[in-house]
C-alpha cells in the first residue's frame, strides 16, 4: 500500500488536489502494481512563513513572490 504524503502552500482548491490525486494514483498503479483503493495519499497545507528554502523563509524570497502572492489571495 502506497502511503503518499504531499506539501502545498496553502491556497490549492479541491479541485487542483483532486486532480493531483488522481494523476499521482493513475502512476502508482501503473509503475508500482498498486491497487487503485490502497493508493493513500495525505496534504499537508503549508503556510509561506513556515518553510524555508536554501535558509530564506519563503515569505521573505523575493524570487518566490508571485507564487507567494498568487496562494495569499485565495
Given at each position: 500500500?502506497?502511503?503518499i504524503t504531499v506539501e502545498l502552500l496553502a491556497g490549492r ?62
Amino acid at each position: 500500500m502506497p502511503n503518499i504524503t504531499v506539501e502545498l502552500l496553502a491556497g490549492r482548491t479541491v479541485e487542483q488536489r483532486k486532480a493531483f490525486a488522481r494523476a499521482v494514483t493513475d502512476h502508482a498503479v501503473e509503475i508500482l502494481g498498486a491497487r487503485p483503493q490502497d493508493v493513500r495519499m495525505v496534504f499537508t497545507e503549508i503556510t509561506p512563513d513556515t518553510v524555508a528554502n536554501g535558509g530564506v523563509l519563503a515569505s521573505e524570497d523575493d524570487s518566490r513572490a508571485g507564487v507567494v502572492a498568487k496562494f495569499a489571495m485565495d
